[in-house]
């Protein structure tokens, strides 16, 4: 379908689409198999300015946004899901900067992240706040001129590989969500260690770890926004990142749908081609049409971000929720289509599957989204608003 991309941005998705299929397939599974960082694969992304695409051209950026951010996370998950994430997850971290940044927080962290130089995460989850974000128990003391943090977060994507790290922690425990605060913490700082790398069940190659921090001290001037309001800026980002997560969806969809198209031309029984099948043709064509509708929902939430809209929870959660539901329905008929061997390692359609589940989990769980999105519809006041 023809989505009135701009010519930079079919150039974009083009040589995204080309460094996935000349660079990211051939070691795809051996990082799944060996739970690699694909170190390799995010400098040749960093020297084909994908790190710069989501940032503004004033910082070393191309002056691209959400939608350029789709672009590149889609076809990098046609091919693998867990790269995209690693990549993705970065410009999560400088949209924060880019929100509710000072110009000498953007000026000093944002061209390293457009060059690809360094890598940023983002970190709210901890062991009991997950769906319930507001639990947090991290704290940042004002103490010897700057911010003292301890506690320790969770399942952080890129954690102990990013070099800049948005943490989020209270200022003031009382206050419970409205006592959280939004920090820049650096890899090196004292005080600021990694614990264990999680054991995955999908998207093996990007690394998801604890963040440990004790009487880990930061300048005033790390602190992003003013105090109190960092659950509130958490939520916003989100709203703002949801599509790129999306997209990761649809592009690992696409992959497996290709994948299925290609197994069923090519495998014979009853002396045909399984595609010959009705059962199997209507299968592709649900997958087909599940795909395409999640891609125009992602494009359009994407271009309704990028034209500045504010209140978009509700369209950034339909967009995830949509998406990562059919990425895990496509991704289990594929496997389905290749029958036996769809189960074996061999192939790669076990692998998406596997994959799949997670974008029904993170930044916000597919049952959470829905509360986002009914509650979107009752604050309306008519459906036509
Ligand atoms: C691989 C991976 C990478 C991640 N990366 C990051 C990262 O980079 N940064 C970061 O901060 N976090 C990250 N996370 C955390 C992720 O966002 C959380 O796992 C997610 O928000 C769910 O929280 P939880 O795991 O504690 O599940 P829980 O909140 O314990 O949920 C358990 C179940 O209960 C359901 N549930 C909970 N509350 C409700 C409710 N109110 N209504 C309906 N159902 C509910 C959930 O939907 C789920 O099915 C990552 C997680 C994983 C697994």
């Known amino acids: 379908m023809e989505y009135c991309l701009t010519e930079q941005q079919k150039m974009i998705k083009n040589l995204a689409r080309r460094i ?17 960082f694909p170190w390799a694969i995010m400098r040749d992304l960093a020297e084909s300015d994908m790190f710069r695409v989501f940032i ?7 002056g691209g946004g959400c939608l350029e951010l789709c672009l590149v996370v889609e076809e ?10 690693s990549y993705a997850v970065s410009a999560l971290g400088s949209f924060t900067l880019l929100e509710y940044g000072t110009e000498e927080q953007k000026q000093k962290y944002l061209p390293d992240i457009a060059s690809g130089k360094k890598l940023a995460a983002f970190a709210l989850t901890e062991a009991t706040a997950g769906s319930d974000a ?38 003031a425990k009382e206050k419970g969500a409205r006592g959280a605060s939004m920090f820049l913490v650096e890899k090196e700082t004292p005080g600021f260690s990694f614990g264990k790398k999680e054991r995955k069940m999908g998207i ?31 939520m916003r980002l989100f709203d703002r990142s949801r599509p790129g997560i999306a997209a990761q969806a649809v592009g690992l969809a696409q992959g497996a749908l290709e994948a299925s ?29 599940d795909v395409e509708a ?30 990562s539901d059919v990425a895990m329905r496509v991704t289990t008929d594929a496997v389905q289509i290749f029958g036996g061997a769809g189960y074996m390692r061999d192939y790669p359609v076990e692998k998406m599957m596997r994959d799949a589940k997670i974008i029904q989990i993170y930044e916000g769980t597919n049952q959470v989204l829905r509360d986002t999105i009914a509650s979107g519809l009752r604050k309306r006041r008519t459906t036509s608003e």
């Open 76 to 85: 990098i998950s046609r091919v693998c899901a867990g790269v995209a994430v």
């Open 204 to 234: 093996r190659s990007s690394s998801t770890r604890e963040l440990v921090f004790r009487d880990c001290l930061i300048p005033e001037e790390n602190r992003i926004g003013r105090e109190g309001t960092g659950f509130i800026m958490a």
């Open 20 to 36: 996935a299929e000349e660079k990211i397939l051939p070691v795809r599974a051996a990082l799944d198999e060996n739970e690699e």
């Open 294 to 323: 999640a891609r125009a929902l992602v494009y359009a939430t994407a271009k309704t971000i990028d034209s500045g809209a504010k209140n978009i929870s509700m369209e950034s959660s339909m967009a995830k929720v949509f998406a």
């Open 134 to 171: 507001s639990a947090i128990k991290t704290t940042a003391s004002r103490e010897k001129g700057g911010y003292v943090i301890n506690g320790t977060k969770q399942f952080i994507t890129n954690g102990g590989d990013a070099e800049i790290y948005t943490v989020v922690a209270l200022t």
């Open 261 to 289: 198209v290609d197994y069923a031309r090519q495998r014979i029984q009853f002396g045909h081609p399984i595609i010959s099948l009705q059962a199997i043709q209507h299968m592709l064509a649900n997958m087909a049409t």
């Open 56 to 62: 503004p051209e004033e910082y070393d950026g191309l």
